[in-house]
């Protein structure tokens, strides 16, 4: 066949003809029928079989690959409807013109030359040959061929372009590939290619049949499980001590709890339903093991168990008091709470006595109506139907340290209550508070129906730490999720996902608590009553060193009262030079460093008791870690004092001003945020605006200003220092010195108002601490002297001020307020000390 041939067209859907190969073929096409009859007028019976490039009824010479196999016919079984043969592949070939004619597609055929290997013997090549007849050999044994039928067979073909072929043809790879194979008429690329197929083939049965046997071994055990339990269960069930099913005794144990239970009857309703759901399945079943954790925990939860409130309101506020120093604020809100269930308690108390007595079940005298019947009695009081008394929901917001944690649990003491505590902090999904569905693998309920199991009892004192470090994520975000736990209006029917049942958590007494409001939504915020904790005064500090700390850190590391004394200096030198809080945990870890060293001489027998006075701390403890801001001992020109506040307290901080030679610009420096830069700018531009008033010559605005905060490698922002900064530009510029022993506070606006502030208990506290004996606050922020323990306001000096020329009149030496204008002593001299060298 190497002259061109006329051969009609068999086109083939999803089949790849390979030379070499027999494939079956059934024809229903009227133009396929029609090219198999004129392929039987054939003498030699020939057709070229091309595949389709689409699967599509209609053929076109255009939707025909052009390299196809030029096959013979074999037998014919005609049909209704079609026809069924057997083809038989003879030889490659290319259809160089496909026309259509009577109805039927014929093409010319030119018969397509292989493309032998330059060296026949190469080893390569020859190993390529061997190898592709060996996996041959694994894949049709693995496809459960017979080994010496698939073997005699790669024999006869003989060449190794014929037994590429011949593989090509048999094995399951893709109608794309299989066409790109015949198109290969290089015998190595095909060889190479087909490998490539038989080896992928291979690895995918090997793959098969791993996951196979593997679940045939799991099955194989799980029966054999299934077979022992079983026996398991008829040899105990002949005993009489079967230890499964209804009638086994922790089943029995499980229904009396569940029977037990005072709950709705929406809630019974459920619980029946899923306990006859666990009766009916195996316990062998994945089902069975989830739906008897569920009861079990239903059976645990307090549906309508409470503790007695201790209302006794002096006990309480005793027992407050010998567990926390200070923190007035706190006990008040709570002994109030206290008061208020004592007066309920007592007025429902009174309206019950009329019931009780004798007379009022007395009969009537004169014609008595007809009794009704009686009603049926009333279901027990239960989760559903408790007291009319809501928890309440505060929220304890301040600085680490000091003592929020620890008065909850004081709390619950004073109530009689249970305590619980859960830490929110890093909590990132909603299913930590409202729990898993079951329908989970591993579904859990929410830490807080796990908190209330725990608890024992529906009423106890929860406490929600750290509740302004929630964090969101894609799964959800936990602090939405307590907007429901924490509003009184809806969680008297508070539903868990793993729960699924509502349950009643109006009487919990919920305390949240928190570092930062900053951190708290605004709709979670608006549903608790904060009560605000502030840092403890350093006299604060050292009663609470001597009754709390001290006490406890001896028992700790195992000494007597007697073996060791800390005298208050000792105390107030660590304070001072080893802490830097506004609680008092790093006391507390110091004084226990003391001990533990005190504690080592002791067993040493070095000594066998220690008092520690105020020159044995260092010596002690070692270096002095700890340089808080002190008060200069002079006045300056162009240094001011101001107040900030931190989380670790309140401080004092420094505003330097100075002229230089310059063309009137500002410069700020001190690491100064966009509030703080913009009170500098304000603060310049007062003092450009009243410049006469002040004192100050024009020709100093034509010098630069330099305005530093020093602590130049911490970030410092905020407008309480505007004040400041004003004083400290106006005293450059006045060439006025400042009183050292004032500091300030207070936001400022163009015109000199002085606009109130916040922190001011922390500030003046920080203020106090540095040796500040005078105080400059906005007047709007009166209430807040309140606050202030009763030795600060009677050693210190408040000034309460609206306008800035308050603030100098009482900052600036020299000078005072008369009749509402700022005046000088020194006036004259001032301008001329003014005209200073250029």
Do not use: C
Not at 512 to 541: C, H, W
Not at 602 to 626: H, K, S
Request: no cysteine; net charge negative; aromatic share 4%.
């Amino acid at each position: 066949m190497s002259e061109p041939l006329h051969l009609p067209i068999l086109p083939l859907r999803n089949v790849v003809l390979f030379p070499g190969v027999s494939a079956p073929i059934a024809a229903g096409r009227p133009g396929t029928l029609k090219a198999i009859e004129a392929s039987l007028k054939r003498p030699d019976h020939l057709i070229f079989a091309l595949t389709q490039r689409q699967d599509v009824e209609n053929v076109t010479p255009e939707g025909l690959f052009t390299t196809g196999t030029v096959a013979a016919l074999g037998p014919v079984q005609r049909g209704v409807g079609g026809a069924r043969l057997l083809l038989q592949g003879k030889q490659r070939g290319v259809a160089m013109r496909i026309v259509e004619h009577d109805g039927m597609l014929e093409a010319v055929v030119v018969p397509a030359s292989e493309l032998a290997p330059i060296d026949p013997k190469d080893p390569t090549y020859l190993a390529l040959v061997r190898e592709l007849h060996e996996r041959s050999l694994e894949l049709g044994k693995k496809l459960g061929l017979n080994e010496e039928v698939v073997e005699q067979v790669l024999n006869e073909a003989g060449d190794p372009g014929k037994m590429a072929d011949l593989v090509a043809g048999y094995i399951d790879i893709p109608v794309p590939e299989r066409q790109q194979l015949l198109e290969t008429l290089s015998v190595e690329d095909r060889v190479r290619r087909v490998l490539v197929h038989v080896q992928r083939q291979i690895g995918f049965l090997e793959a098969q049949e791993d996951i196979k046997s593997k679940v045939q071994a799991e099955l194989g055990d799980r029966q054999r499980e299934m077979f022992l339990r079983q026996q398991l269960r008829t040899i105990q069930k002949e005993l009489g001590e079967s230890d499964e099913g209804p009638d086994s005794e922790e089943f029995k144990e499980l229904k009396a709890k569940l029977d037990a239970l005072e709950v709705s009857e929406e809630v019974r309703k459920e619980i029946d339903r899923e306990w006859s759901r666990l009766t009916r399945l195996s316990r062998e079943s994945m089902e069975s093991q989830v739906l008897r954790n569920y009861l079990e925990f239903v059976a645990e939860i307090p549906w309508s168990k409470r503790s007695e409130d201790h209302l006794d309101v002096a006990e309480a506020a005793s027992i407050l008091d010998e567990d926390h120093y200070a923190l007035t604020d706190v006990k008040d809100r709570i002994l109030e709470f206290l008061a208020v269930r004592q007066l309920l308690a007592r007025r429902e108390k009174e309206q019950a006595k009329p019931a009780e007595g004798g007379d009022a079940a007395a009969p009537k005298e004169g014609p008595q109506e007809t009794p009704k019947e009686a009603p049926k009695e009333a279901p027990k009081k239960g989760a559903f139907d408790g007291p009319p008394h809501k928890g309440k929901i505060l929220l304890f917001v301040g600085p680490p340290g000091v003592g929020k944690t620890s008065i909850a649990k004081s709390i619950a003491r004073a109530m009689g209550r249970k305590y619980v505590r859960i830490s929110l902090g890093g909590a990132r999904d909603e299913a930590d508070v409202r729990g898993h569905r079951r329908t989970y693998v591993g579904a859990m309920p929410g830490r807080i129906l796990q908190g209330m199991r725990q608890a024992g009892t529906k009423n106890p004192v929860f406490l929600l730490d750290e509740v302004d470090k929630l964090g969101v994520s894609f799964q959800g975000d936990p602090a939405a999720a307590l907007l429901e736990v924490l509003d009184p209006a809806q969680n008297d029917s508070f539903t868990d996902h793993y729960l699924n049942l509502p349950f009643d958590l109006s009487e919990v007494l919920f305390i949240a608590t928190a570092n930062f409001l900053q951190g708290i939504p605004a709709p979670l915020l608006d549903r608790l009553e904060m009560v605000e904790f502030s840092g403890y005064t350093e006299r604060e500090k050292l009663a609470i060193a001597r009754h709390y700390l001290v006490p406890r850190q001896l028992v700790e590391n195992g000494l007597e009262p007697g073996q060791l004394t800390i005298t208050d200096g000792a105390i107030s030198a660590i304070v001072t030079g080893y802490t830097r809080e506004s609680g008092v945990r790093q006391l507390e870890r110091e004084i226990g460093k003391l001990s533990r060293k005190v504690a080592r001489r002791i067993a040493a027998g070095e000594t066998a008791a220690m008092t520690v006075e105020a020159d044995d701390v260092r010596p002690v403890l070692g270096r002095q870690r700890i340089h808080p801001e002190r008060k200069f001992r002079e006045d300056q020109t162009g240094l001011a004092t101001g107040m900030y506040y931190t989380p670790a307290g309140g401080d004092i901080m420094f505003v330097e001003a100075t002229l230089m030679r310059g063309k009137g610009e500002v410069l700020l420096t001190g690491q100064l945020g966009d509030v703080m830069k913009e009170s500098a700018r304000a603060a310049w531009t007062y003092a450009r605006s009243h410049a006469a008033t002040l004192g100050i010559d024009e020709t100093s605005f034509e010098r630069d200003l330099h305005i530093h905060v020093p602590a130049g490698a911490i970030p410092k922002d905020g407008p309480s220092a505007g004040v400041t900064m004003a004083t400290a530009v106006v005293s450059a510029l006045s060439r006025r010195a400042v009183r050292h022993d004032l500091a300030m506070t207070g936001e400022i606006t163009l015109s000199g108002r002085v606009l109130p502030i916040g922190g001011v208990k922390e500030k003046v506290l920080g203020a106090a601490r540095a040796g500040i004996t005078a105080i400059v606050l906005p007047k709007e922020n009166e209430p807040d002297l309140e606050d202030l323990p009763a030795d600060v306001r009677e050693t210190t000096e408040i000034h309460l001020v609206s306008g800035l020329d308050e603030v100098l009149a009482v900052a600036l030496r020299g000078a005072s307020l008369e009749e509402g204008h700022l005046r000088f002593a020194d006036a004259a001299r001032a301008q001329a000390g003014l005209q200073t060298p250029q």
